[in-house]
């Protein structure tokens, strides 16, 4: 394989995005005949990311944020199970935001964000996040345009805050075409064990596939910073999304250099009695 170039999926500040011109089927850094050295190579790269989160969290100074967007059928579940597969349960945590129920749409939007992110040593997974304020509220016109536009400022001032008290944040689009989102829907319909994903709801963000690329398209240029990037993942090929996924945690966390704390003092002097 060549190297891994995370920057490659990186939006850079302000960048215009046309998501349209982006193959979803993109595997740049991976032969896409070799599905099943893809599959082996995901193995090594989650005992990496085992011992990573172990440093995270013996360490305990570090934060780490991990948001993830799609559309639906894009793979959010997925991705999580396959990236964190064998990772230590103990120090990360899933936070899925549906549906805000009626005590959270009587507070601001960030309310029942900040309550979920991580501490010291955490590293949490936003499955959904504040992120759907600006998009299925944009498209399905939940609040007026004047009160979410502000929210684009609003989300990388929040964002910054966290970021400047410890916090290293990941977010994470994984863009699949419209076409695989029917694949993807139709096997929910024809496969018994996955009936239960499928929801009549998820066709009407279907329908409005295009205003949803573009609240995604003006969301991601707006918000991703030096400090809270953004990464555009093709998502159609799933063996390849989890290995570009993989590989952006483990080159982020890599690049905190966290160290195993010193040992207590007269740690040498312990005898263990028989
Ligand atoms: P799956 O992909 O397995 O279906 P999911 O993430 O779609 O999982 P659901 O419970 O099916 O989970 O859907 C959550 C729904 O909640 C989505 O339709 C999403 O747009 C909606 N939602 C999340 N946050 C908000 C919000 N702030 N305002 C309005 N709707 C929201
Ligand atoms: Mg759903």
């Known amino acids: 394989m060549s190297e891994f170039d995370i920057d490659h ?24 005949k070799d599905k099943d ?15 990573l989160q172990e440093l995270l969290w013996a360490q305990g100074r570090e934060r780490v944020l ?3 967007q799609a559309m639906d059928a894009g793979g959010k579940d997925g991705t999580v199970r396959h990236v964190f597969e064998g990772v230590n349960p103990t120090g990360v945590r899933v936070a899925s935001f549906k549906r805000p129920t009626d005590k959270e749409l009587a507070h601001d939007y960030l309310w029942r964000i900040h309550a979920k992110v991580p501490g010291n040593g955490e ?9 759907e304020d600006v998009l299925v ?10 009160r979410w536009r502000k929210r684009y400022d ?3 001032a929040f964002e910054q805050m966290l970021a400047d008290e410890g916090t290293t944040i990941i977010k994470l689009f994984l863009h ?14 024809d496969e018994p064990d996955k009936n239960w994903k499928f929801e009549q709801g998820d066709l009407v963000p279907r329908a409005r596939w295009k205003q949803y690329q573009e609240a995604f398209e003006e969301a991601l240029s707006n918000t991703s910073t030096e400090d809270a990037p953004w990464y555009v993942i093709p998502a159609d090929r799933k063996w390849y999304r989890n290995l570009a996924v993989s590989e952006i945690l483990i080159q982020t966390l890599e ?3 966290m160290t195993f704390p010193k040992a207590a003092e007269g740690l040498e002097d312990v005898v263990i009695p028989e």
């Open 176 to 189: 699949i075409s419209k076409d695989e989102q029917r694949e993807r829907l139709q096997a929910r319909l």
């Open 137 to 146: 509220v944009r498209v399905m016109e939940l609040v007026a345009e004047k």
């Open 9 to 32: 999926y990186r939006v850079r500040p302000g960048q215009k995005l046309d998501l349209s011109a982006l193959d979803t089927r993109d595997t740049p850094f991976w032969d896409p």
């Open 255 to 257: 690049g905190l250099n």
């Open 66 to 68: 991990v948001v993830i």
């Open 37 to 51: 050295g893809g599959r082996a190579h995901l193995s090594e790269l989650n005992e990496r990311l085992e011992a």
């Open 154 to 156: 609003q989300i990388v």
């Open 123 to 131: 590293l949490v997974v936003f499955n959904r996040s504040h992120y």
